[in-house]
């Protein structure tokens, strides 16, 4: 399934960013959405989840830093980061509807010292 995913970058740790990630094609309201990451030799992660509904989950570590939100209108996800940390870095995902055998390229975040 075709995504873009957008809006990683490298910040100095407590900055900020705004990961996005549009899947155009799809009923996007029909679909649950999630934010996933991999760090440079782990596993990936799960990150934050928005269901059809608009319920959100977290991961506890990044509760009360990220945000994600869901614009139906424009197919697109979106993760606000806030107060990042340097083991935020990773190259982040988004997830349609816990399908796990497709994922787009991701996009990098990078956080300095």
């Known amino acids: 399934m075709y995504r873009v995913e957008s809006g990683g970058g490298l910040v100095q740790a407590g900055g900020s960013l705004r990961l996005s990630c549009t899947v155009p094609?799809?009923?996007?309201?029909?679909?649950?959405m999630a934010w996933y990451r991999q760090a440079s030799g782990k596993a990936r992660e799960f990150v934050a989840s928005v269901l059809t509904s608009g319920r959100t989950e977290y991961a506890d570590f990044v509760k009360d830093r990220f945000t994600i939100s869901r614009d139906n209108r424009k197919n697109t996800v979106y993760l606000e980061m806030n107060r990042l940390k340097p083991e935020d870095t990773g190259i982040y995902y988004c997830n349609v509807n816990w399908d796990f055998n497709s994922w787009g390229q991701g996009t990098q975040v990078t956080v300095s010292s």
């Open positions: 094609g799809i009923i996007f309201e029909n679909n649950d």
